[in-house]
């Protein structure tokens, strides 16, 4: 059973930073691909950023240049470093992981909220 649990949400400041975490259990199957998501109250989920087992990344265009995500492959974890945040970035931000089948497993969310 692939677990994917998000971390890191919160409360900020417009200018603002935080963090997310995202760890991956319970799969044998290497990771390909991890993917930061986010969903507005009454928008579509919007990829944020991915990277791929590579380094590949790409970034919406909105958030480029502010938001920068990584990953530790040893944790199977993937990280989401968001700068400068803006009150449209508030939404629930979910982590989404592909393995090496193409299979792929969603968190449960973490709330952000950025505050004017």
């Known amino acids: 059973q692939v677990q994917v649990v998000e971390s890191g949400g919160g409360l900020v400041q417009v200018g603002g930073s935080l963090r997310l975490s995202c760890a991956a259990s319970?799969?044998?199957?290497?990771?390909?691909?991890f993917a930061w998501y986010r969903q507005a109250p009454g928008n579509q989920r919007d990829r944020v950023a991915i990277i791929t087992s590579s380094g590949y990344t790409n970034y919406a265009d909105s958030v480029k240049g502010r938001f920068t995500i990584s990953r530790d492959n040893a944790k199977n974890t993937v990280y989401l470093q968001m700068n400068s945040l803006k009150p449209e970035d508030t939404a629930v931000y979910y982590c989404?992981?592909?393995?090496?089948?193409?299979?792929?497993?969603w968190g449960q969310g973490t709330q952000v909220t950025v505050s004017s």
């Open positions: 319970g799969s044998t199957l290497p990771i390909s691909t």
């Open positions: 989404k992981i592909v393995d090496s089948t193409l299979s792929y497993y």
